[in-house]
């Protein structure tokens, strides 16, 4: 197993309704290099907590059933390299979309070689780092309201941010 062929993976969660919009199947990786105060996932900061797992068998586990994917941590930008042949093998083989989590902002996402390859093949993109001063009760798909929901496509055809929706 070559390192750009393996993910250290924490837990893979079907039919959760939390991480996205509709029913998604959430890959949770393990590794972060933020680690934010106050961090829901802190158990998943160091990589060497998941289980190591090729891109062949995450694909094969995660697109089983009818739910769409998300991709949550973790840090996942850390697994780049592997996440983007994963996500390129899901937008090949299937109609589902992606929706990815990371603590980095979209403008330091896209100006890193590596880091933007994978997000070309996301859909949605739940940003920034997560700021327990700001946290607020009921937020849709987000934990503080600092972190914005983009729609990627948008965001990369109009190289502005474009939000999912009305969400900031």
Wanted: hydrophobic share 35%.
């Amino acid at each position: 197993m070559t390192e750009e062929n393996k993910l250290y993976v924490a837990k893979i969660i079907d039919n959760t309704i939390v991480d996205g919009e509709g029913f998604r199947t959430s890959l949770y990786l393990t590794g972060c290099d933020i680690c934010c105060d106050g961090c829901h996932n802190n158990e998943l900061w160091d990589i060497n907590a998941g289980q190591v797992m090729t891109v062949e068998d995450v694909y094969k586990k995660i697109t089983k059933y009818f739910t769409n994917i998300t991709f949550i941590g973790g840090e996942p930008m850390l697994q780049a390299p592997a996440l983007t042949l994963l996500a390129f093998e899901i937008k090949k083989n299937t109609d589902k979309t992606i929706w990815i989590y990371s603590g980095h902002t979209y403008e330091e996402i896209i100006g890193n070689d590596v880091w933007s390859k994978l997000l070309g093949y996301c859909d949605v993109l739940v940003d920034g780092r997560y700021e327990k001063d700001l946290f607020k009760n009921n937020l849709k798909f987000r934990g503080s309201v600092n972190q914005r929901i983009i729609d990627i496509k948008s965001s990369i055809m109009n190289d502005k941010v474009v939000p999912w929706d009305d969400t900031f």
